[in-house]
């Protein structure tokens, strides 16, 4: 049986996004990162998935729960294909009043994947942003390993073809969502994630869940 890995996402300079890797054995599973990212804090949300079928694309995506070391995680996995420019598929949750509140205090957020060994990318999006030039963080999977991905805030940034809108504000989030890095295009790819926190500085409110 693999053991899981704690990752600390780092930033190299101010454009190249790199992974520092501490390798943590764990017998219940990987831990979460340092104790400068805060406290962490679980959010929940219903998931979604889509494709390019829309835009006349030929990608693929499924979505299936699955039971990654006793929690509900969420696979995905289908093909990135070349059929159109910038083709596309894209999967997330969508974030409830509880998790919108928790973002205004957070410092980092953090997540576990079992991934394919591919790249893959986390999305900020913002009400500001009206070239779909969003917030992004590139992250590396290890093939077949459950990994804790953490990344500060701080460290979002809009592509270099975007137009600016200065640094990531909490405040004018609209949504969150993953996708699949452009290296991989055509290509297969299979990515499962559970275990979404938010963590925010100690002593923090945390408000209660709310059930639906």
Not at 15 to 43: E, F, N, Q, R, Y
Not at 126 to 152: C, M, N, Q, W
Request: with cysteine.
């Amino acid at each position: 049986m693999k053991t899981g890995k704690a990752v600390r996402v780092a930033l190299c300079g101010t454009a190249v996004a790199v992974l520092v890797v501490a390798l943590t054995a764990c017998g219940t599973g990987p831990k979460s990162g340092s104790a400068d990212d805060g406290v962490p804090v679980p959010v929940f949300g219903h998931w979604f998935s889509y494709d390019d079928s829309g835009d006349g694309g030929t990608s693929t995506i499924t979505m299936t729960e699955v039971d990654e070391e006793g929690a509900e995680a969420r696979h995905f996995g289908g093909f990135l294909s070349d059929g159109i420019e910038n083709s596309y598929v894209a999967f997330g949750f969508e974030l409830d009043d509880r998790t919108m509140e928790l973002f205004r205090s957070a410092t980092a957020l953090s997540f576990m994947v079992r991934g394919d060994g591919q790249r893959y990318v986390i999305q900020l999006l913002s009400g500001t942003v009206k070239d779909h030039g969003h917030f992004l963080y590139t992250f590396k999977t290890e093939d077949g390993d459950a990994v804790r991905i953490t990344v500060p805030l701080a460290h979002f940034f809009q592509p270099g073809w975007a137009q600016p809108v200065g640094r990531f504000n909490a405040q004018s989030l609209i949504g969150m969502q993953w996708s699949i890095h452009d290296e991989i295009r055509p290509g297969n790819y299979s990515l499962t994630v559970w275990d979404f926190r938010l963590h925010v500085p100690e002593g923090t409110e945390i408000p209660p869940v709310v059930s639906n």
